[in-house]
Nanobody, 123 residues
Framework: QVQLVESGGGLVQPGDSLRLSCTAS????????MGWFRQGPGKEREFVAA???????LYADSVKGRCTISRDIAKNTVYLQMNSLKPEDTAVYFC?????????????????WGQGTEVTVSS
């Protein structure tokens, strides 16, 4: 069983930055793809970014150029750096992990999920 714990959410103003963190308990974390998804108020959960076991990255068009996903293998942690935040980025952000190395934008490809961390962008 893999446990994921997200942190770093909060209330920020438009244009601000945030860095979300997700620490995994998996022993084979380094070989697995990790993803970030989000669910805004009244919306379906959607893909944000993913990183493969080899470090290749995928981004949703809505965040491309504003967000960077990265991982620290030694700390079993994946990060999502979000810059130039917009009110439409307001959502609960979820970390997820696959049992495979390849990154994916598909929610159904991920096997384990964290509880989420809330991000609110408002002036």
């Amino acid at each position: 069983q893999v446990q994921l714990v997200e942190s770093g959410g909060g209330l920020v103003q438009p244009g601000d930055s945030l860095r979300l963190s997700c620490t995994a308990s998996a022993q084979s974390f380094s070989s697995r793809a990790m993803g970030w998804f989000r669910q805004g108020p009244g919306k379906e959960r959607e893909f944000v970014a993913a990183i493969s076991g080899g470090g290749a990255t995928l981004y949703a068009d809505s965040v491309k150029g504003r967000c960077t996903i990265s991982r620290d293998i030694a700390k079993n942690t994946v990060y999502l750096q979000m810059n130039s935040l917009k009110p439409e980025d307001t959502a609960v952000y979820f970390c997820s992990v696959r049992s495979f190395s390849a990154a994916s934008a598909l929610e159904r490809k991920y096997d384990y999920w964290g509880q989420g961390t809330e991000v609110t962008v408002s002036s």
